[in-house]
């Protein structure tokens, strides 16, 4: 008999992670991400082109308003490369915080009727949203070939380190708002308010330099997608990077993951009685 | 030989919070340092001490009323609720069936459906590849594979559901009475798929109803009564033992959020065979008119199966409505039963959730001897009572 086979359920004894486990159950990761992904596009016409329409319009958008006219500095980026290179790790994080933050309520059904370590959902939900990321990317390239923007050869720690800060900032609110909406369905009207707020907190359509006060800029980068979206953009604009803001942003990043994961663990074993 | 699964004084307690609606809202949560009045919830053990061993290969049964806590040992051992107290040791991997097609999604196809639903059981992708095929020809969808869950009739979204679950091959299978729906062949064939599996040396834990089937699959069997074993013994002697004893007198039962049962009247006093027999049915419900969509009684035989129902959907403007009370009265004509006893259920459906409760009441009939020969015993007469008359 294979040793993950033989399980003891103990009403006196709990584990916090149990990793073997969550590799046991590998595939329903792909199975999630992959219905979710199958779901999300099917029955509309253009399919995965929205993946791609939706930021290039956002684009479009950002840059007739703020680059155009209201002449937003763009760290001597043209504003079209500066504003996407900002909107494909926002889409990133918002749409994965978005749904991971309404995946177990969505999926309660599941929940009543199964068990899986319920860690799946929510991360299933931000792989989702990194399957768009990488549509959009695609967008992104071109779009450099377009502009014959010069990059540094850092882009290749660069772009991967801070996709990776991207996933640990969407990971650590979505759980704690993941096991918060199944408690509290107030959540629900919270969240979108939530990313609104966090889309102009964070360096998306501006650069932190045009913030004169000192003050304001530690509250901007106390939120943990502006390490991901300053460290994306060092090696197009070569402007050198704040250690201390960076820091900063990536000890919040790291809290509130742990903050996100702890919460979610400590109320996993009652979301079939709430949900 | 060890047990598969040891299961050591298990108990599950819930909180019943008589709050205004089901789940907690923040203001709710951030108001109640400030209430004056404690709050009112109470605890409810839904499982008390409950311990046994199964045995590799055996099959067990589950019994017991509505409410005797079936489901929510069937939850622990499944892992998707803990216990309050308690251990459980499995060795050995189980899969639960706890509804069959979980995850189901109308948008994917069938084979999308298979592998997800696959997934979720417990299935490796490699093993529903393997077993892909046997699959599609069990359910018998082979021509819609690719067709979204959505067009498919109830009867084929069950079939693949089942045959999914059929392909299962873990140590122990738990299964709640997934076999009260479908149509009979599916039924029958879903039944003996099952005794494969026992016949193939693996453990199986049965919950339902239906006790013939209990009978048929099941070696020993565990009788729960308000949470606790009322007894544990081989399947015959407990399905007896279950038979003897008589529902008590109907008890309030919530039927939806709004809504409850608070009495069922099945004739008055003796109910002879072949007679006219009135009924009545109160249901009483708080602040808002219940909207009824369907209501049938239901007569099942003492083993669980349906003998026939009462459709009342043509009579909902006879009920009669109250400000916190709805009657339904009238007569059944012609009660032609064979003496004996039957349990009478309850088909709802009320506020759009639609539900179903079998165990409301028992009723005997009488004998009602038209004939002046000697009568066979009722075991040889079937259920229903039918009369010649001469051509003349």
């Known amino acids: 008999m294979k040793e993950h086979d033989e399980f003891v359920v103990d009403a006196e004894k709990r584990t916090l992670f149990d990793w073997q486990e969550l590799w046991y159950y590998k595939e329903l990761f792909y199975f999630f991400t992959w219905r979710d992904i199958k779901i999300k596009y099917k029955q509309t016409a253009l399919g995965f082109l929205w993946a791609i329409l939706q930021p290039l319009l956002m684009m479009i958008i950002f840059t007739v308003f703020f680059g155009r006219a209201l002449g937003v500095p763009s760290q001597n980026l043209p504003y079209p490369v500066f504003v996407l290179s900002g909107l494909l790790l926002w889409n990133a994080f918002s749409s994965g915080l978005t749904s991971s933050a309404n995946s177990m309520l969505n999926n309660a059904p599941i929940i009543k009727k199964i068990y899986f370590p319920r860690l799946i959902i929510p991360v299933s939900s931000i792989l989702v949203a990194l399957f768009d990321f990488i549509m959009s990317f695609a967008l992104f390239i071109i779009l450099l070939i377009f502009y014959k923007q010069p990059v540094s050869l850092n882009v290749f720690w660069c772009w991967p380190v801070a996709l990776l800060i991207t996933l640990i900032a969407t990971l650590g609110p979505g759980c704690l708002l993941a096991a918060l909406n199944v408690k509290y369905r107030d959540f629900r009207y919270i969240i979108p308010f939530l990313v609104q707020v966090l889309f102009f907190l964070t360096p998306v359509i501006y650069p932190v330099s045009v913030l004169k006060y000192p003050l304001l800029q530690y509250a901007l980068v106390m939120s943990p997608m502006y390490a991901a979206v300053e460290l994306f953009r060092y090696p197009l604009t070569g402007v050198e990077i704040n250690v201390t803001f960076m820091f900063i942003s990536l000890l919040a990043g790291v809290m509130i993951l742990i903050v996100g994961l702890v919460y979610f663990k400590r109320t996993e074993d009652y979301f079939a009685d709430f949900a | ?392």
């Open chain 2, 1 to 392: 030989m060890k047990p598969i699964l040891e299961v050591h004084e298990l108990a599950k307690k819930y909180r019943i919070s008589h709050l205004s609606s089901g789940y907690l809202s923040l203001r709710e949560r951030m108001v109640r340092p400030f209430r004056l009045q404690k709050e009112e919830s109470e605890d409810f053990w839904a499982l008390r001490d409950i311990s046994f061993d199964v045995y590799p290969g055996e099959s067990i049964g589950i019994i017991g009323r509505n409410g005797a806590g079936k489901s929510t040992l069937l939850k622990i051992l499944s892992k998707i609720t803990p216990p309050t107290r308690g251990r459980i040791i499995s060795r050995g991997r189980i899969a639960s069936l706890l509804e069959v097609g979980t995850g189901f999604h109308p948008e994917l196809t069938g084979r999308e459906n298979i592998f997800f639903n696959g997934s979720l059981l417990g299935m490796k992708r490699r093993e529903i590849e393997t077993r892909f095929d046997e699959i599609v020809s069990f359910s018998g969808v082979e021509k819609f594979l690719d067709t979204p869950l959505k067009h498919y009739s109830s009867g084929m979204q069950l079939r693949l559901a089942f045959s999914v679950a059929a392909f299962l091959e873990p140590e122990t299978l738990i299964i709640d009475e997934v076999l009260a729906v479908g149509d009979a062949d599916f039924q029958r064939k879903c039944l003996g798929k099952m005794e494969d599996v026992s016949k193939s040396g693996r453990t199986i834990l049965f919950v339902s109803h239906d006790l013939s089937a209990v009978e048929k699959l099941c070696s020993r069997t565990v009788l729960l009564q308000a949470g606790t074993i009322h007894m544990i013994a081989n399947t015959s002697e407990v399905v007896n033992h279950y038979l003897q004893k008589k529902t008590p007198a109907v008890t309030e039962r919530e039927l939806t959020k709004n809504v409850w049962l608070t009495n069922i009247t099945f004739g008055t006093g003796r109910i002879t065979s072949c007679s006219t027999v009135p009924i009545s049915i109160a249901l009483s419900y708080e602040s808002k008119l219940p909207v009824i969509t369907e209501f049938c009684l239901i007569i099942y035989t003492l083993r669980g199966y349906r003998v026939a129902i009462i459709d009342l959907r043509d009579y909902f403007k006879d009920f009669e409505y109250t400000s916190n009370q709805i009657l339904v009265r009238g007569l059944i004509l012609n009660l032609n039963l064979v003496q004996g006893d039957y349990q009478i259920g309850l088909h709802f459906g009320i506020d759009y959730i639609v539900g179903e409760v079998q165990d409301i009441a028992t009723i005997a009939i009488d004998d009602n001897p038209q004939t002046s020969i000697q009568r066979y015993s009722p075991q040889y007469r079937g259920v229903m009572e039918l009369s010649f008359k001469k051509d003349s």
